[in-house]
């Protein structure tokens, strides 16, 4: 957590790249969006959108043209999301600020983003997490993979009771739950 905190002091750049790789990890893995994020480079933030989409898809991103336009679109926040996060008042009004200004972020996307630079009160709730509640009958498994709105907020809010009663944030009890369904601590 302490490494995700000192992210947050990071150059633009550097944050804006971070952004790019959470709005990679969307239905993708984040191993394989690691090292597109790694090879791209400062791409994320120069290169023109048909050219950031023929790159990602030769290093097989599976939605190229899609991501590339979220990229571009998002460049125009680049020098402001440190200064906007920062002036939020808590991590929920960080978090529905960048669903309502990065396209492509949703909340799953914007949480890990957060946690990624930080801000640890808001949940990365992914199907590993919701497999994970779901066996030990924490919740009922949802019929489909992507979670409205509504029922994200609904997993969150037990989340973060359980966080509460085991004395950490929800950023801290996403990792341990993550590492305990996939045996992997990645970013």
Not at 78 to 98: F, G, M, V, Y
Not at 115 to 137: C, E, M, Q, T
Not at 153 to 173: C, F, H, P
Request: charged letters at 30%; proline letters at 3%; aromatic letters at 10%.
């Amino acid at each position: 957590m302490k490494e995700f905190k000192a992210k947050r002091a990071q150059s633009e750049d550097e944050v804006f790249s971070e952004l790019c790789f959470c709005l990679l990890t969307a239905n993708y893995s984040a191993e394989r969006a690691m090292v597109i994020q790694n090879e791209i480079g400062d791409g994320f933030i120069i290169l023109p959108r048909l050219r950031l989409a023929k790159k990602l898809k030769q290093l097989g991103y599976r939605f190229p043209n899609a991501r590339a336009r979220y990229i571009v679109e998002a460049r125009k926040h680049r020098s402001k999301i440190r200064s906007t996060l920062t002036s939020a008042p808590n991590d929920a009004e960080r978090r529905e600020w960048l669903v309502e200004n990065v396209l492509g972020l949703g909340y799953k996307e914007a949480s890990h983003f957060l946690r990624n630079i930080g801000y640890s009160d808001v949940a990365i709730i992914d199907f590993h997490i919701v497999d994970l509640l779901a066996s030990r009958k924490i919740i009922k498994k949802p019929k489909n993979k992507s979670l409205p709105h509504k029922r994200y907020l609904e997993i969150e809010r037990v989340l973060a009771s359980l966080a509460e009663r085991a004395n950490l944030s929800q950023g801290e009890l996403d990792l341990y739950l993550w590492y305990m369904e996939t045996g992997k601590v990645l970013k």
